[in-house]
């Protein structure tokens, strides 16, 4: 127990350290000039969430479809639109985090 906590904290101490070094050299790199990397993932995210809104309207298309288009289900159809917009926001912010935290690491 105690050799695999020395370990472990020899492993995050090693890792930090590594990661900070080349957080020196890298963080100006990849703010100024902004790398393909994060470019990639940014349109990786960006056609991932076309593609959730595409899904959210051939989904409400078909609710109009089969229910009719009353007060009822735009109320319902507005309210996933907001699902939505609510649940891209926290992935976008999801992405940015990963991609700081890909930072530390490279
Ligand atoms: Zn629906």
């Not at 090693?14 to 020196?24: A, E, Q």
């Not at 056609?47 to 609710?63: I, V």
């Not at 649940?87 to 935290?101: I, P």
């Amino acid at each position: 127990m105690m050799n695999w906590n020395v370990k472990a904290l020899k492993r995050v101490i090693g890792s930090t350290l590594l990661g900070s070094t080349m957080l020196v050299g890298f963080a100006s790199v990849a703010t100024a000039q902004n790398p393909y990397w994060y470019d990639r993932d940014n349109r990786q995210l960006k056609r991932h969430q076309k593609q959730e809104k595409r899904d959210l309207k051939l989904h409400q298309r078909l609710e109009r479809e089969q229910f009719g288009n009353n007060a009822d289900l735009r109320r319902h159809q507005k309210e996933e639109m907001r699902e939505l917009k609510r649940h891209q926001k926290h992935e976008k912010r999801g992405y940015n985090w990963r991609d700081n935290d890909r930072r530390w690491r490279y």
